[in-house]
């Protein structure tokens, strides 16, 4: 079965980086197009960031833009979310998910993704 599974959470001060990484196996990587979100207790899963199969299609929220860059290695089944000048209002937990299509392009919502991770904590202290 599909595993997805993030890596490359920590604490970090505000103004600080952080890379997160996320594998995906037992699924043809380079098909699929990747998405991360963050979730806060009590708040709904808020779309960060996505990256069509072919790179060409890319989304970012506002709060992020400018900030946080994401990547992928479909070599590696590898997805990456590049984190600068972190701000506490970036603690989360932080996932990534597979579009549920094989189709190039991006979406920032939460129902378009299947097979998501276990997360990885993000704590930024200010």
């Known amino acids: 079965h599909v595993q997805v599974v993030e890596s490359g959470g920590g604490l970090v001060q505000a103004g600080g980086s952080l890379r997160l990484s996320c594998t995906v196996s037992?699924?043809?990587?380079?098909?699929?197009?990747m998405g991360w979100f963050r979730q806060t207790p009590g708040q709904g899963r808020e779309g960060v960031s996505c990256?069509?199969?072919?790179?060409?299609?890319?989304y970012a929220a506002d709060s992020v833009k400018g900030r946080f860059t994401m990547s992928r290695d479909n070599a590696k089944n590898t997805l990456y979310l590049q984190m600068n000048s972190l701000k506490p209002e970036d603690t989360a937990m932080y996932y990534c998910?597979?579009?549920?299509?094989?189709?190039?392009?991006?979406?920032?919502?939460?129902?378009?993704?299947?097979?998501w991770g276990q997360g990885t904590q993000v704590t930024v202290s200010s």
């Open positions: 998910a597979v579009l549920k299509w094989t189709q190039d392009y991006c979406s920032g919502s939460p129902i378009d993704f299947n097979y």
């Open positions: 037992e699924l043809t990587f380079d098909d699929y197009s």
């Open positions: 990256i069509s199969w072919s790179g060409a299609s890319t």
